[in-house]
């Protein structure tokens, strides 16, 4: 049986690269505990329905 897990986190554009670190250290932790996939997504600023 499938298990989906998703949450939002919003971060600011400056501080982006500081969650993408954390981000990579916790993608391992949750691979160590079994998970099989880790993924992100990031909102396009510039692409359709975005606000501007």
């Given at each position: 049986m499938p298990y989906f897990d998703f949450?939002?986190?919003p971060v600011p554009i400056e501080n982006k690269t500081a969650y993408e670190e954390l981000a990579h250290i916790s993608a391992q932790v949750?691979?160590?505990y079994g998970a099989v996939r880790v993924v992100q997504?990031?909102?396009?600023p510039i692409g359709p329905g975005a606000s501007t």
């Amino acid at each position: 049986m499938p298990y989906f897990d998703f949450y939002l986190v919003p971060v600011p554009i400056e501080n982006k690269t500081a969650y993408e670190e954390l981000a990579h250290i916790s993608a391992q932790v949750l691979r160590e505990y079994g998970a099989v996939r880790v993924v992100q997504g990031w909102l396009d600023p510039i692409g359709p329905g975005a606000s501007t």
